[in-house]
């Protein structure tokens, strides 16, 4: 039995959409980072991007577990004396929910050219629609709510 790396030309990219709707947040994210990566694909292999396109919809509805919608606090340093933002999460939420969602999978993909390329490949939207529907994207109902 032969090791097959699949070649660039190979990979045949799925669409995905995925319902955040009373969703955790971090089970849902290290879900869809495992999607963007490939890790659901038998011919995965972590040097190439082999992962598929997933679209989030329903983001601000997602569920903040525990005491995290008063503690948590996303923090932004400029680098200068007296630069630091610091933003608490009911506050995006409130703003940008898609923000909440796209950096909780951005902290699970590698912090390389590579996991900024699996990254591009994530859509995240507030409402209930998208434009992605020329795709023909398949609803995936993930597990663990």
Not at 32 to 57: C, E, M, Q, S
Request: charged fraction near 20%; glycine fraction near 8%.
């Amino acid at each position: 039995m032969k090791t097959i790396t699949p070649s660039p030309g190979d990979i045949t990219r799925a669409w995905y959409v995925i319902d955040a709707t009373d969703f955790a947040l971090g089970r849902m994210s290290s879900q869809i980072a495992a999607i963007l990566r490939g890790k659901n694909k038998p011919y995965y292999v972590p040097n190439i991007d082999t992962g598929d396109y997933v679209v989030v919809i329903n983001a601000e509805k997602v569920k903040i577990t525990g005491t995290k919608m008063l503690s948590k606090v996303y923090e932004a340093y400029s680098g200068y004396p007296g630069g630091l933002k610091q933003t608490a999460i009911a506050d995006v939420l409130a703003k940008h929910p898609e923000r909440i969602i796209q950096h909780a999978v951005k902290g699970m993909l590698p912090k390389n050219t590579l996991g900024r390329h699996m990254f591009e490949k994530l859509k995240v939207y507030a409402g209930n629609e998208h434009p992605h529907e020329a795709q023909n994207p398949i609803t995936l109902n993930l597990k663990y709510s």
